[in-house]
């Protein structure tokens, strides 16, 4: 490849005979004849492509005991369209071939590829997402790959997907690629543990910028790029003469740093970019964020803000790691059509656009932002400069991130507006509590055969239960000792990869310096490597006024492991006016029954809350004098985060089938509807709608919505606070079940809402105008210019999908067929956020008789969409359209069809699963709901 580059002829290079030229019908083709005519060399295409492959962790092993020093130099060639071309050229050392090496890649072609300077051809070396290297040219010590490609865009938000701005039909660029997708891009060994420099070539067209890892080193347009090409070995067909004719740009990158494949980033289009003031000898990284033209005008009204917290927390982050910030630069850019919240590219964090605030957000709302900030901020050191060997420690990257965010947000000086945070980490902690209750909860630690169960471990176990179990960690040994033993850790393993023990054995040295006893690695043990949720019990007795004995009885949630653990926490003990009595640091030990001394003599309480400030794991169960007088005082705990916490422990009460739906919205309309903080609010209105939506039958519905809508649009009307009145508009929203209330909600969208200084968000007009469709009372002319109204102000993709979103929602059974078969048509052209769009309005309330023949529909299509599908679309299509019926008939429908998922189909397996766990406990809350209004009416 290198002779030829430099004019050698094709019998030195032993090329392949000219095959038949690729018709033209674009520039790319034209590149490609090129390309292939230049070479000689065979089109090689996967037939296997479309079948799914996950890389294992036997195979990542294997490949990781013989490569070492890998270094890949990239050129990427990005054409507006839906394909791009690329050359990687590859450098490694072999301690040992193998007849199984090979790189991993989810691609449409290979033009060019070499090893060792011997051209390699065969159908063989291109099949199922992998290109072999054959064992015949590889050789001991250093090997050199070169591999010239042909790729397409991707739609799915994996990978590098392409995106159109409806609004000025510009073209968008963004790779997201953890666990297993780099390969989706480019040939590579897409494996954690195989860090690797990158050097980066990039063409694009002119008025798009690039965003890298690293900052460019040169730009210029590509009829100038002829001395960098040879002395890369580029060759000049790779860009072709299209594009020398056209407006297209080269540009060269710095080299990165040793880093994981998912990681690397590629980021073009036509951004509009902010830049930070910071100057270098200030001590900040340059820093920079982008967004969409379209939404620049957005994003212009708390930039600033978005800069700040980041300077403040690369400051905390420098202080609690003892290492500055790693890397050249720190920019921050929002995506379209994101399928997550962030990601932690190197130098390039991307942020999802649902985080462009279009309207003012709330307090509470720009906090979970900084949350997000913080969290992929911290990623620069905890994952990026530090890495895991393999995705069994994926829940150390992100629960590390996850509890340092919020204890920066806590501490970190110029921060102070955010202490609050601490709430918000509780009311996160219910997505853990969920999992850990589900039949398919597994242990922090989990076992993670190959990269499918990596991505099925991007859960509530992974993020905020780890995260929890670090918070209790950090309680235990005190910030100075964690942050000393952090600092030891990233002195130690800096650039390298690393496994949870590492971490675990630099806490260990740093706490037995204090003198203090703690065996860390038994105390894991029991927290991460079993599985489950603890409950924790309050039980005592009273004497003369005053507490006897204390004890707190230990216990464990439905699908845990039956075993004690200790615990470190606080208990709170409140008088009859409700001033609490705090006691810290007690310990429960590792045993069913633990004697608490340290409350013998007080007071006898009125209630009692174990766990206050949240710093154990558990559920806490209340006795049940506390459960009495919480149902009726609830309002006058002053601390905001006890509050949240007695808020989920009812609502466990609720999922346990220990306390009505009814009882516990009567709660919600006598005590959640008075809260006023934010957080709290927000809290008890989303159990409120959950457990209306979830465990009320639905003849009861109506009944229990209903007052909730009217108290909470009454208290909407003398709201005078900003910040809750954005968060009544959203529920009242979310509660209107009546034609009643959408003509009010009509009205609001028509005339305003008429509330002093209440206005209502581009999301509220959406959601209103979702429910609208809905309505059989309401006529299609009617809602078509309502909707057409919004659609003139809004022709951003945000208002097409939520267009998507209304028309799946009328009640027409022809409309449900339609869309019913676009669902299934692997042919159709539109992404999948588009599709899942529709779904959500397709499974409307009210619309039970039109649904009816889905459900059949649905259990017959789902093993066909699960093994031809790709996964998102799969999980996409289930999450949206399963049936909202809670019956036996569907239990049994789930459960036969669990029977039927093959071992290895691992993801549909677990929803399946899940959802039938779910349905058998909706049934029966439920049926205690109708027993419980049973017995009311009697009385």
């Known amino acids: 490849y290198q002779r030829r580059v430099h004019g050698d002829s094709q019998l030195e290079m032993g090329c392949l005979p000219n095959k038949p030229r690729r018709p033209i019908n674009s520039a790319i083709d034209q590149q490609i004849n090129e390309i292939t005519e230049e070479f000689h060399c065979e089109l090689l295409e996967d037939p296997k492509t479309e079948e799914l492959r996950y890389l294992s962790e036997i195979e990542a092993k294997q490949r990781a005991a013989i490569i070492s020093k890998v270094v890949y130099t990239l050129t990427l060639v990005l054409h507006k369209g839906k394909e791009y071309l690329g050359q990687v050229f590859v450098e490694f050392d072999l301690s040992s071939t193998s007849d199984k090496l090979h790189f991993d890649f989810q691609g ?74 780099m390969n989706r891009i480019f040939p590579c060994f897409d494996q954690p543990d195989l860090k690797a420099p990158l050097k980066l070539f990039t063409v694009t067209p002119s008025h798009w910028v690039f965003i890298g890892n690293e900052m460019e080193q040169a730009t210029i347009p590509v009829a ?52 930070s003031t910071r100057k270098p000898e200030e001590g900040y990284p340059p820093m920079r964020i982008f967004a969409r033209k379209s939404l620049k005008e957005f994003v212009k009204t708390y930039y600033e803000e978005f800069f700040r917290i980041t300077e403040c927390g690369v400051k905390f982050f420098e202080e609690c790691f003892g290492q500055p910030f790693p890397f050249s630069k720190h920019d921050q850019i929002y995506v379209p059509e994101y399928n997550s919240g962030a990601m932690e590219n190197v130098g390039a964090v991307i942020f999802t656009e649902e985080d462009v605030f279009k309207d003012q957000p709330s307090d509470l709302t720009f906090m979970e932002f900084a949350i997000t900030i913080m969290h992929e901020l911290s990623h620069m050191w905890f994952g990026n400069l530090v890495t895991m060997k393999w995705w069994n420690d994926l829940w150390l990257n992100e629960s590390f991130a996850t509890f340092i965010a919020h204890l920066c947000l806590g501490m970190g000086k110029g921060l102070e507006k955010y202490r609050s945070v601490w709430t918000l980490f509780n009311k996160d902690k219910g997505w853990a509590y969920k999992e850990d209750q589900a039949a398919t909860t597994h242990p922090i630690i989990a076992s993670v055969e190959n990269t499918e169960d990596a991505e099925n471990n991007f859960d509530g176990i992974t993020y905020m239960k780890g995260a929890s179990i670090l918070k209790q960690l950090y309680y235990i040994l005190s910030h100075d000792v964690f942050c000393e033993g952090v600092k030891d850790y990233f002195a130690a393993y800096k650039w390298k990869n690393t496994e949870f023990k590492d971490l675990l054995a630099s806490l260990q040295s740093t706490l037995k310096k204090t003198g203090r006893e703690l065996n860390l690695e038994a105390w894991s043990s029991l927290w991460l490597q079993k599985k489950g949720l603890g409950e924790l019990r309050p039980e005592f007795s009273v004497k003369d006024g005053k507490i006897e004995e204390f004890k707190i009885i230990q216990g464990f949630s439905v699908n845990s492991d039956e075993v004690c653990r200790n615990y470190m926490l606080d208990i709170a003990i409140y008088d009859a006016s409700f001033k609490a009595t705090t006691i810290e640091k007690v310990v429960v030990n590792s045993k069913p029954i633990t004697l608490i001394d340290r409350l013998k003599g007080l007071p006898a309480p009125n209630a009692v809350f174990l766990n206050v400030n949240d710093y154990a794991y558990c559920k806490v169960v209340l006795d049940t004098a506390s459960v009495r007088s919480f149902q009726k005082n609830l309002s006058k705990v002053e601390e905001s985060i006890t509050r949240n916490m007695i808020w989920r422990s009812f609502w466990e009460m609720v999922r ?170 692997p042919e159709a052209k539109e992404n999948e956020h588009s599709l899942f769009a529709s779904m959500e309005g397709f499974v409307a309330y009210g619309q039970e008789e039109i649904l009816q023949p889905y459900i059949d529909k649905f259990f017959k299509v789902l093993p066909s969409i699960f093994e031809k599908r790709a996964k998102s679309y799969s999980e996409g299509f289930f999450e949206h359209l399963k049936p909202r019926e809670v019956s036996e008939g569907i239990i049994t429908k789930y459960e036969t069809l669990a029977k039927e998922i093959k071992e290895s189909e691992k993801t549909f397996k677990k929803l399946v699963t899940e959802e039938t766990e779910i349905l058998k406990r909706n049934l029966k809350a439920q049926n205690l709901y109708r027993s419980v209004a049973a017995k009311k009416q009697r009385l």
Not at 148 to 176: A, C, M, Q, R, V
Not at 727 to 743: P, R, S
Request: include cysteine; glycine fraction near 6%.
């Open 108 to 181: 449409k072609n290979l033009l060019f590829y070499s090893c060792n300077g011997e051209p390699i051809a065969g159908k063989e070396v291109f099949v199922q997402r992998q290109i072999l290297i054959p064992q015949k040219n590889q050789k001991i010590g250093r090997n050199c790959i070169v591999i010239i490609f042909h790729n397409e865009y991707s739609t799915d938000g994996n990978g590098l997907h392409h995106f159109e701005d409806p609004e000025d039909k510009e073209e968008y660029l963004y790779s997201n690629c953890q666990p297993f997708a």
């Open 224 to 275: 100038k790029a002829g001395e960098i090409l040879k002395k890369y070995q580029i060759p000049h067909s790779l860009i072709g003469k299209a594009l020398d004719e056209q407006e297209y740009l080269f540009r060269e990158f710095s080299t990165t740093p040793v880093l994981s494949p998912y990681v690397y980033s590629f980021t073009a289009g036509p951004y509009e970019c902010f830049l």
């Open 656 to 825: 346990d089938i220990k306390l009505s739906s009814k009882e516990f919205l009567e709660i919600v309309v006598s005590q959640g509807i008075k809260e006023n903080e934010e957080g709290i609010l927000t809290t008890a209105l989303n159990f409120g709608n959950a457990g209306s939506n979830m465990y009320v039958p639905a003849e009861f519905l109506k009944d229990e919505r209903i007052p909730l809508f009217d108290k909470l649009l009454e208290r909407l009307k003398t709201e005078t606070s900003d910040n809750l009145k954005i968060a009544l508009v959203e529920y009242v929203i979310k509660f209107a079940i009546t034609h009643e209330h959408n003509l009010i909600l009509m009205k609001w969208l028509i005339e305003g809402t008429g509330i002093k200084d209440t206005e209502i968000s581009q999301d509220d007009k959406y959601a209103i105008l979702a429910k609208v469709f809905t309505d059989k009372e309401i006529s299609l002319e009617e809602k078509t210019h309502l909707l057409e109204a919004e659609m003139e102000k809004d022709k951003s993709d945000e208002g097409l999908r939520a267009k998507e979103t209304c028309e799946a929602g009328l009640p027409d059974p022809a409309n449900k067929e339609k869309l019913w078969k676009w669902y299934n048509d």
